[in-house]
């Protein structure tokens, strides 16, 4: 795997100094010459550091005086508040979410979408078409016969071996044997729930979570346990302690250890260890899905769940829709103490996948152009990131809160003034502007008052001007329901 660039790597350097306040809001920026001077660097590299840093929001330019450093909008939001868990859980519930989900996307073919904020994924610019068309060819060229043979039941053992690679650099130690490859996430996530569930049966999850995950407990027949989760280090230890004191019987517990969705939180090391082992004592099987691993900023992957199971209890599935090719819906599980069950279920419910993106994927992520690519694409995203809560910031009414994560797709935002996010959905639509509202992520009424906004599009002035709209109509809604309270 290959180091960053030069110039990243001092950007990174002094975003870390204005992070923890070695330099500060009005600080004057080492001139171009100093910054050569000081890092034995070249003219580009240190104009490069310094453009990076002022479209990342931390430089200003001001003309004939230099650079200096700024406090990016975005930190005039406050962050989002932790969760309360010291009262009673809601009681696990058959989950009514399908037609929450099918209003929401009937709603969203009624009109022309200009600017779609509801996405949790990336614009098919940020991801490496021309290398991946290039890649299919040459397995085409290679394997002639690949269109009308039929592949391994657990997908093409050189994309398994490619995959048992990767997964080292996230500490786990799995063998391609071990792997199972799927069409995404979501038949992963499947076939780990349908291996150790039957209908019926409690299944715990973080609250809020990605709707997803409570469409497939909904279609397995399953109850959901909603476990208070914070938007910083994810699941509550604590509440899901005590949630297995009262419901004996939790049969499966799904976890999104990294830039959960929606909150972005990542786990801390510490708090997986911990997880793990509880899990493992209380005979719960962990169901991972690390969909967003790869998309944490920093250069090295965070450790998966996994890296810490000893016992096969830890069912690892994963996805390369975020992270490499959305039109290719490849992804895979490691199934842990039921590798059997999972691989019957896969043949029982899908056969095999198509072999072509598996060979193309696998050539693209053996060379080190897979590494440049991701690390190009959490840049861009951490880019877009910052102008959309820049925007937020800017536009939306006081009170608004955010979560800031490090990385990934999506922001998760508490709409000020306890204003409901259906009704933003609703107006906003009217515009050509959507938005994904709360009461997707939860099977109850609590994220009402809160919206997932997608950051995966180039910010461009189409998608200025809709933040902007979208900061109106949130007003406009704050002042109706002050003018009800008064009539009231
Ligand atoms: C946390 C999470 N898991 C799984 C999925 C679905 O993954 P895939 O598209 O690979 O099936 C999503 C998609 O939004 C997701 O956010």
Redesign the pocket.
């Known amino acids: 795997m290959d180091q960053a660039p030069l110039y990243r790597r001092l950007v990174d350097h002094y975003r870390v100094a204005i992070e923890t306040g070695s330099l500060v809001c009005g600080d004057r920026f080492p001139s171009i010459r100093t910054l050569m001077a000081r890092h034995q660097v070249s003219l580009s590299t240190a104009l490069q550091v310094c453009r990076q840093l002022e479209s990342d929001g931390w430089l200003e330019a001001r003309p004939r005086s230099g650079n200096f450093v700024r406090q990016p909008l975005r930190l005039a939001a406050r962050p989002l508040a932790e969760p309360v868990i010291n009262q009673p859980l809601d009681a696990a519930q058959y989950v009514g979410i399908h037609a929450r989900v099918s209003e929401f996307i009937a709603r969203c073919r009624q009109g022309p979408v200009r600017v779609n904020f509801s996405r949790?994924?990336g614009a098919p610019s940020l991801y490496p078409g021309q290398a991946l068309r290039n890649a299919a060819a040459r397995a085409l060229r290679r394997h002639p016969e690949l269109l009308v043979d039929v592949g391994p039941h657990n997908g093409n053992a050189v994309f398994r071996s490619v995959l048992a690679k990767r997964a080292m650099s996230s500490g786990m130690l799995i063998g391609p044997e071990e792997i199972v490859v799927t069409?995404?996430?979501?038949?992963a996530?499947n076939l780990a729930l349908r291996a150790v569930t039957q209908a019926g049966d409690i299944v715990a999850v973080e609250s809020p979570t990605?709707y997803?995950?409570l469409q497939i407990l909904e279609s397995l027949g399953l109850r959901a346990l909603e476990i208070p989760t914070s938007p910083q280090t994810g699941i509550s230890l604590e509440a899901l302690e005590l949630a297995t004191r009262i419901h004996a019987g939790i049969k499966a517990l799904v976890v999104?250890p990294h830039l959960q969705?929606p909150l972005g939180s990542i786990m801390p090391d510490e708090y997986k260890a911990r997880l793990v082992a509880f899990c493992e004592e209380q005979g719960i099987p962990l169901i991972e899905?690390d969909?967003?691993g790869a998309l944490c900023d920093g250069e090295t992957p965070p450790r998966a769940l996994k890296a810490w199971d000893r016992a096969g209890n830890v069912i690892h599935c994963a996805?390369l829709?975020?992270i490499l090719a959305p039109g290719m819906?490849l992804?895979w599980i490691s199934g842990g103490r039921w590798q059997a069950r999972v691989e019957m279920f896969k043949h029982a419910q899908t056969h095999c996948n198509e072999q072509l993106s598996q060979l193309a994927a696998a050539d693209f992520m053996s060379s080190s152009a897979y590494d440049r690519h991701l690390r190009q694409l959490r840049g861009t995203l951490r880019r877009n990131r910052q102008r959309m809560a820049d925007a937020i910031s800017a536009y939306f009414p006081g009170g608004t809160r955010l979560n800031h994560p490090n990385g990934g797709l999506t922001l998760w935002v508490e709409l000020a003034g306890q204003i409901s996010s259906q009704r933003l959905f609703d107006q906003a639509l009217r515009d050509g502007i959507l938005v994904a509202p709360g009461r997707l992520f939860s099977n109850s009424e609590r994220c009402e008052h809160f919206v997932r906004l997608g950051c995966g599009w180039p910010y461009g002035e189409d998608v200025d001007r809709a933040m902007q709209r979208l900061g109106q109509l949130c007003q406009r809604l704050i002042e109706q329901g002050a003018k009800k309270a008064v009539a009231g």
């Not at 069409?183 to 038949?187: A, H, L, N, S």
């Open positions: 949790a994924r069409q995404g996430c979501i038949e996530l990605f997803g995950l999104i969705n899905d969909t967003y996805s829709h975020k819906r992804g």
